[in-house]
């Protein structure tokens, strides 16, 4: 695969591919993808999504490189960018030459917008945020807050890579190659497609998220003895029993008030109150023994530094060996799949910018060495082979 990509969505794409086994070729200028230089919270995007890849510098000015991109292409399954409409067609790889010169390739553009009214339109995962409605649910219409990673970046890279996958298949069993086109926006729709349709099946506005009316009679966050919070989901019958004969709570599972979940749901500012006064006494260590004894859904309220910690997190596979483009060495979650029982993507490499320029071009020279061998020995073109 060839990739010619920035900042998230894009590189996340290839990223994923290239843990599942695929070759990925990034095409950078020579200044590198931008991202190398990033820092503060873009401190991780270059060494996070570019891992497992091969780096190339090609300069479009110069016509033997734009040659060798063609070359590249002619040689690969995938083309994956994530450029404006119109800027890969200064550089002669606009669709329609992509397709004239590479019919059998499968080409993977990551967009701010599907076709439509705004596909001339950058975007940005907080743009996308606002423009959906996710921030507003997050926080509220009057105070929008912003999910707390690039979480759409990162999704329409899963997508993008679902996609693929799903060309690579399609074109395995006969069919012809495809253009796909991914959205930033329609990522971030899909995301809040649940509230969408609940307001078209019901008429009602959905709350946001701080707002919203809970589901569960206790679904909430605590204070230990400690000063530690911890969140709490009572959520079945079942646990309605544990939980108040375990805490002491006997009097509300006595409550003929209290007999179904939406009695205790209409009860909550009585329940609440009682619970947290309960929680309040409690050990947090302790707590999370006993939830976790009872089957309860519970969770300490952890910051990201917290999770290099997490015994779960730190189990065998949990996390990944990389080596940055400096040859330091950091620690990444894995994939969130297991294979056969193990995990994906440990030992892969940030490529310095260009580290395979030349082994690339040698590689290309002799499929080219190949090519015109069986041109002379069979009669066939090497334009008919690539």
């Not at 401190?43 to 091969?54: A, H, V, Y």
């Not at 950058?122 to 921030?135: F, I, K, T, Y």
């Not at 994939?335 to 030349?358: C, F, H, Q, R, Y």
Request: charged share 20%.
């Amino acid at each position: 695969m060839v990739e010619m990509t920035h900042m998230v969505m894009g590189p996340a794409c290839g990223m994923v591919l290239a843990q599942l086994g695929a070759e990925v070729i990034k095409v950078e200028p020579s200044g590198g993808d931008k991202t190398r230089s990033l820092g503060g919270m873009g401190t991780s995007f270059f060494p996070l999504f570019n891992r497992g890849k091969r780096s190339v510098v090609l300069d479009f000015a110069k016509p033997e490189d734009r040659e060798s991109m063609h070359r590249l292409l002619a040689s690969a399954d995938v083309f994956l960018e994530n450029f404006r409409d119109g800027q890969l067609e200064k550089q002669g790889l606009g669709l329609a030459e992509i397709r004239r010169r590479h019919p059998h390739l499968i080409t993977a553009g990551h967009k701010g917008f599907l076709s439509g009214p705004y596909e001339h339109r950058p975007a940005l995962d907080e743009v996308v945020q606002m423009m959906s409605g996710l921030a507003a649910m997050t926080g509220t219409k009057e105070k929008p807050q912003r999910v707390g990673s690039s979480a759409n970046d990162i999704m329409g890279g899963m997508f993008g890579a679902i996609a693929i996958l799903a060309a690579l298949y399609q074109k395995r069993g006969g069919g012809g190659p495809a253009d796909i086109r991914i959205g930033l926006f329609e990522n971030c729709l899909f995301l809040v497609a649940q509230h969408m349709v609940q307001y078209e099946m019901t008429g009602i506005k959905p709350k946001s998220m701080p707002e919203r009316e809970h589901a569960w009679p206790i679904y909430d966050i605590f204070e230990t003895a400690g000063g530690e919070r911890v969140f709490i989901g009572v959520v079945t019958e079942g646990h309605w029993q544990s939980f108040c004969q375990e805490f002491g709570l006997q009097e509300l599972l006595e409550d003929p008030a209290l007999r179904t979940t939406t009695d205790r749901i209409l009860a909550r500012s009585n329940i609440i109150p009682r619970v947290a006064a309960v929680i309040k006494g409690c050990n947090a260590a302790e707590l999370s023994a006993t939830l976790d004894r009872l089957n309860i859904c519970f969770s300490p309220i952890n910051r990201p530094e917290d999770l290099l910690d997490d015994p779960h997190v730190l189990r065998p596979g949990g996390m990944v060996n990389a080596t940055n483009a400096d040859g330091e060495a950091f620690r990444v979650p894995a994939l969130p799949v297991e294979w056969n029982g193990a995990s994906i993507g440990d030992g892969l490499k940030v490529p310095a910018l260009g580290a395979d320029t030349a082994a690339v071009r040698a590689e290309l020279a002799a499929r080219d060495a190949l090519a015109a061998d069986e041109f002379s020995s069979t009669g066939k073109t090497a334009a008919s082979m690539a």
